[in-house]
């Protein structure tokens, strides 16, 4: 997974609960992103990060927060979990020429919410 | 209207079979095409990308592009059961944040 972890793999929490996802890389790459992938939905963009404390909404941003104080790890915290937010949550970084275009997912983190 | 169509399947084909996957898209700002694999309970993997129009080949894999009509394809020559997989097509404009379809589930029978 080109040297990308996260954790947790799994979760279960109750809905109103603080959660935070971690992803941590070993590529040194500047540009990180958070997606959440729901059945009829695909893959939809949380946030991204396109450098240390340089982070940016995707569409479906509205309950999550993102933090990256190091090049190599970027969180993501639900600060209230609900519901909807029970989903299938991967982490992913760009390749070396940076950009979007080349993107290398971690295993990803299985939440529910209940 | 989503920005990126992609019909979900699933799509059940015999082995060595010629396979057709595809996209339909909605803004003319996109330039980079990509398609991705994923198994079952893993990450997304890239398989190749695409600049504009044209045809990109890799190994038993055919990426398509026509912008004429916003439509792109995958093709998979002589298919294996290995790749029973989920493909999801992705595009950008700006080469900042990706649109991904909602895949197609392929599956790949002896």
């Known amino acids: 997974d080109a040297g990308i972890t996260q954790s947790p793999r799994h979760k279960v929490t109750e809905t109103g609960t603080p959660v935070t996802l971690r992803c941590h890389q070993t590529?040194?790459?500047?540009?990180m992103y958070w997606y959440r992938q729901d059945p009829g939905h695909g893959l939809r963009l949380i946030h991204y990060?396109?450098?240390?404390?340089?982070?940016d909404k995707g569409e479906v941003s509205d309950g999550y927060s993102v933090s990256r104080s190091k090049t190599e790890d970027f969180l993501l915290t639900l600060e209230s979990a609900t519901s909807s937010q029970t989903s299938v949550y991967f982490c992913?970084?760009?390749?070396?020429?940076?950009?979007?275009?080349?993107?290398?997912f971690g295993p990803g983190t299985r939440l529910t919410v209940l | 209207q989503k920005e990126v169509e992609q019909d979900p399947g699933p799509l059940s084909v015999p082995e060595g079979a010629i396979v057709s996957l595809n996209c339909t898209y909605s803004n003319s700002a996109f330039q980079y095409f990509m398609w991705y694999r994923q198994y079952s309970r893993k990450g997304p993997e890239l398989l190749m990308y695409t600049y504009s129009s044209g045809n990109k080949e890799d190994g038993r894999f055919t990426a398509q592009v026509d912008k004429s009509s916003k439509y792109i394809s995958l093709f998979i020559r002589d298919s294996q059961p290995s790749d029973s997989a989920t493909y999801l097509c992705a595009l950008t404009g700006t080469a900042s944040k990706l649109t991904f379809g909602t895949g197609t589930r392929l599956q790949v029978t002896l």
């Open positions: 990060s396109y450098g240390v404390k340089d982070t």
């Open positions: 590529e040194n790459h500047r540009y």
């Open positions: 992913a970084i760009s390749g070396p020429s940076g950009g979007a275009i080349e993107q290398f």
